[in-house]
């Protein structure tokens, strides 16, 4: 046992590499291989969405073990059947992307908590950053997909008045009630797998305020185009129907998917604060 200064008789901080809790790289590779060639079996991801979800499981899985696959896992599975089961009328109402992930969607929700995992200092802190992350992700997940099954128009975070079902910012109690579920089930999985019950709490009030934000700026930032042709909102640059859209309001280059990569970003530095302070 170390010291950390001469007298002091508190140990010192752990080694910054933690290789009991790692995996070899590839055998954490083909675990995730196998996981995201199942996701794109049942359509859940695209074929390129499948080769983006093995990098970052592979990362995930190496970095944090099995606790970490385990958030992954859970955050994968619920949303993949979230988004199926729920009536998401966006879809609809705002021609969004559809429940199959492609690469950009699986990088957005995913992404922050990989590259966190790689620059973690220990795979104690790797551990924490995932969790937060991908609670941040599966709150947002959970939240617009469930908000699908309310009968009362979402409301606008910023301004507090309707707006039709899918718009960026909008909010409703059942899918306020599904991110809850969404974040608690990341955290519980995590915290079961490693043994440590400081994760749930950690996923549960950082994947709220991961949503939360994902929220503002999605309100505020987020581009919001029209089809002057089908005279219909909409998320997209080019309608389905062919016709170029018109911004109508926010930032023309920051989509959805930017707005989920900035959430799960934010959440992976709140998980890492988080462990300096309690988990390290």
């Not at 970490?68 to 109402?93: H, K, Q, W, Y």
Request: one cysteine or more; hydrophobic letters at 50%; glycine letters at 14%.
């Amino acid at each position: 046992m170390g010291y950390n200064i001469e007298g002091d008789p508190r140990p010192a901080r752990p080694p910054l590499l933690e290789p009991e809790n790692f995996l070899p790289p590839a055998l954490a590779l083909g675990v995730s291989a196998i996981i995201s060639l199942g996701g794109w079996a049942t359509r859940a991801l695209t074929g390129t969405g499948a080769l983006a979800a093995t990098a970052i499981g592979g990362v995930i899985l190496w970095r944090t073990g099995w606790p970490g696959m385990a958030a992954l896992g859970t955050f994968f599975v619920g949303a993949s059947l979230v988004s199926r089961l729920a009536p998401d009328r966006s879809l609809i109402e705002l021609d969004a992307k559809g429940a199959q992930r492609d690469p950009w969607q699986v990088l957005a929700n995913g992404g922050a908590a990989a590259i966190g995992a790689l620059v973690a200092p220990t795979s104690g802190a790797a551990l924490w950053i995932v969790t937060a992350s991908l609670a941040a992700a599966a709150a947002d997940t959970w939240a617009t997909s469930c908000g699908g099954w309310s009968r009362v128009a979402p409301r606008h975070i910023l301004t507090w008045q309707f707006v039709p079902a899918g718009t960026s910012g909008g909010v409703t109690l059942a899918g306020s009630f599904g991110s809850l579920v969404g974040a608690a089930s990341v955290g519980i999985a995590a915290a079961l797998a490693a043994s440590r019950i400081a994760l749930f709490p950690l996923a549960l009030v950082l994947g709220m305020l991961g949503m939360t934000v994902d929220s503002l700026i999605g309100a505020a930032l987020q581009g919001r185009f029209h089809c002057p042709a089908c005279d219909r909102s909409t998320e997209r640059r080019v309608h389905r129907c062919g016709s170029r859209t018109t911004l109508s309001g926010g930032l023309r280059w920051l989509t959805n998917d930017g707005v989920n990569g900035l959430a799960t970003g934010l959440a992976a530095l709140a998980g890492l604060a988080a462990w300096r302070w309690w988990g390290g």
